[in-house]
């Protein structure tokens, strides 16, 4: 009974101080076996390892790749254009023991402010380097600068245990207080593109404009001018052929000139004429003879040949009646020469 009751605590003690001296380090872990705060081992293999208990404990640390976002950094390019930067890291812890040194008790937290202010001031330096304008920050060359900006903050972040993989920018803004100012100079630009476009347009259009009143004047001025000249040779021609007609027989002409008169004043429901008795309007409807003796007798060849020239010949004006002899209110209108021609052929 005896060797029971001291037994069992003994065993219970053995327990507790074989748990207690066994650890175990995960494969995505690092482990500092610390001693009164002092480094005594560095455990980075994955699996059980041994402390001695009560006396020394375990540290572990994160051996995965790990990201930090910064705070928005205001930066001043070389053209004096403010620009609000955020940016983001991924980094890891490469040496534990300095690592350890650097932060103390802070882990992780401690390491990331530090690790912060590392990049800030890099992201600053670079951005604000001899020969780097906002246009170079967001043109093709931004990637040569996060190079930059990486390469440095692993130099500086060396001191601290922790290796910088890669450093990105995410974003590149403009300050708050100056977005109203860029975008009214924005607009204003934009507009001022939009009046010269609109004035060009409008030029061009005037000078289209210009053309085609230009091509309208000369083609109508062509086309009068063609006009003017066919009217002329027809009324050449027309007046030669009445000039020819009346030249063969000037008889036949009067009383071809007197019947045409007669046609077009008696028309349909018009058969009242008021003339003087004695006008010379009416010597064929007074007499056949006419004014100068015995009307013309039309021979089968005079007859053709009347028929030809009236069938010649176009619609009489002004300008053939100088020639012809003046028979009164006839010349007021002269009919075409077909209708006449029929008259004549019935009258004869």
């Known amino acids: 009974m005896r060797k029971t009751t001291f037994i069992l605590p003994a065993i219970v003690v053995l327990l507790a101080l074989v748990g207690s001296s066994i650890f175990v380090v995960d494969e995505r872990e690092k482990a500092l076996v610390l001693q009164f705060g002092q480094i005594k081992r560095v455990k980075e293999d994955p699996g059980l390892a041994f402390k001695v208990p009560f006396i020394q404990e ?16 205001e930066v001043t390019p070389s053209d004096d254009r403010r620009l609000v930067v955020d940016a983001f890291a991924r980094y890891r812890i490469a040496d534990v023991v300095q690592f350890r040194q650097a932060v103390g008790v802070g882990g992780i937290r401690s390491a990331e402010d530090r690790l912060e202010s ?16 906002s246009n170079t920050i967001l043109s093709s060359d931004r990637s040569e600068l996060m190079e930059r900006i990486t390469a440095q903050a692993r130099a500086r972040a060396e001191a601290i245990g922790i290796e910088v993989i890669d450093v990105r920018l995410k ?4 300050p708050e207080q100056n977005l109203d100012a860029t975008f009214a100079r924005m607009r204003a630009e934009r507009e001022r593109e939009a009046a010269d476009e609109i004035a060009r347009g409008e030029e061009l259009a005037q000078i289209t404009r210009a053309q085609a009143d230009r091509t309208v004047v000369e083609q109508v001025s062509n086309a ?10 027809a009324d050449a021609a027309r007046n030669r052929i009445f000039a020819d007609a009346f030249t063969q027989d000037e ?6 000139r007197s019947l045409t008169a007669y046609t077009r004043s008696i028309n349909g429901n018009n058969s009242t004429l008021v003339i003087s008795p004695d006008s010379e309007f009416f010597d064929f409807l007074e007499s056949s003879t006419g004014r ?7 021979t089968p060849t005079d007859t053709a040949g009347t028929d030809t020239a009236a069938d010649e010949a176009p619609e009489a004006e002004p300008e053939a009646e100088t020639e012809a002899p003046e028979v009164p ?5 002269e009919p075409e020469p077909e209708e006449p021609a029929t008259d004549a052929e019935q009258n004869g």
Do not use: K
């Open 118 to 133: 590392i990049l800030n001031a890099q992201i600053r330096a670079v951005l604000g380097s001899d020969g780097v304008t």
């Open 329 to 333: 209110e006839a010349d007021e209108a």
């Open 292 to 298: 100068n003796g015995p009307a013309p007798v039309a």
């Open 58 to 73: 375990v540290v572990t640390y994160d051996a995965r790749i790990l990201s930090l976002d910064t705070d928005e950094t």
């Open 171 to 174: 974003q590149t803004n403009l």
């Open 224 to 233: 009068r001018r063609d006009s003017e000249i066919i009217r002329g040779e």
């Open 251 to 256: 008889d036949f002409f009067e009383f071809y």
